[in-house]
C-alpha cells in the first residue's frame, strides 16, 4: 500500500518539530543546570503539548489525503486505511 507524505503541510510540520526540538533542548539545559523543578515540570507540559499538537496536525493531514481519498472510491483498500487511522488515534489516545 503506497502511503503519501505530509503533503502541503511538509514545511510547517518540520517548523514544529524545530520548536519542539528546542524546547527539549531547553528542558536539557534546566536539568543541568540544576533549575527549579516546578519549572522544568511546566517546560515538559509545553513540549508534551507542543507534540500532540504536532500529532494531531499530521493525523488531521493523514485522514484528508490518505483515509478519505480511498474511502470515496470503496474497496479494500479503503477498510485498511481507515483500520490503520483507527489504530493510530488509539495509539495517540493511549499515550
Known sequence: MEMAGCGDKKQDLAMRLRRVEGQIRGLQRMVEDDKYCIDTLTQVSAATSALRSFALSLLEDHLVQCVAAPASKGGPEATA????AADAIARLVRS
Open 81 to 84: 486505511r481507515v483500520r490503520e
